[in-house]
């Protein structure tokens, strides 16, 4: 049972390159969310799906696009990549239930120069 | 937003209990709390979550007081492997979706 799986788990880009963080997850989770935690810092939501092929922005989505377009993965994008997204991205899934807790990938971190 | 108030940081001796405050005054009445943990260079992982009741598990127990507009993370005997980040979360009650996390308390156990 692998659980969350994120890839790639570290990254390096050039300013205004693009990239695509995916994030699978082998439960049937319906629910899925990506998160970026800074140095020193909480982790903040930036975008979220309930099910296949919905997305719904977070607390930080700006810079970033989502996807999903199977239960099983979501996909973070980065269209233009800026210094300000130097970040450790970390991908949750969980189920529906009220109190359900999430499940996290292990994170993926993303450095641009 | 449903927030909460931790303290930034806390120390404990190894083996003894620590008791990690939460404050929640806004919650409503179908929130559930729940607590995560980051050990360094690692995604947050599940440590417990409550309603009312008070909660017990192999990790931890979580006291939660009789209003609910505070909690407390008890980790009965603290071992070096403890040493984390804690959080206490409460479910978004605009969207009932997602949860936002906080600074979180940084725990260091003293050997």
């Known amino acids: 049972n692998a659980g969350v799986t994120q890839t790639p788990k570290f990254r390096v880009l050039k300013t205004g390159q693009s990239m695509t963080l995916l994030c699978a997850q082998d439960m049937n989770h319906e629910y899925m969310y990506w998160y970026r935690q800074d140095p020193g810092m909480g982790l903040r939501l930036i975008h979220y799906?309930?099910?296949?092929?919905?997305?719904a922005k977070g607390e930080v989505p700006d810079g970033y696009n989502v996807s999903r377009l199977k239960k099983q993965n979501f996909l973070l994008g980065l269209e233009s990549a800026a210094p300000s997204q130097t970040s450790v991205y970390f991908c949750?899934?969980?189920?529906?239930?009220?109190?359900?807790?999430?499940?996290f990938g292990s994170g993926t971190r993303l450095t641009v120069v | 937003d449903a927030k909460t108030t931790q303290p930034n940081s806390m120390e404990s001796n190894e083996e003894e209990p620590v008791h990690l405050p939460c404050n929640h005054s806004t919650i409503s009445g179908t929130d559930y709390i729940h607590w995560y943990r980051q050990l360094p260079s690692q995604g947050p992982e599940y440590v417990i979550h409550g309603l009312t009741s008070n909660v017990n598990n192999r990790m931890a127990s979580l006291a939660i007081a009789e209003d609910r507009k505070s909690s407390t993370l008890i980790l009965h005997r603290a071992t070096l492997r403890d040493a984390a980040v804690y959080y206490c979360i409460l479910r978004d009650p605009r969207t009932g979706n997602q949860f936002y996390f906080g600074t979180g308390t940084s725990l260091t156990v003293i050997p």
């Open positions: 799906s309930v099910g296949e092929g919905t997305t």
């Open positions: 949750a899934s969980r189920w529906t239930g009220e109190s359900a807790g999430y499940t």
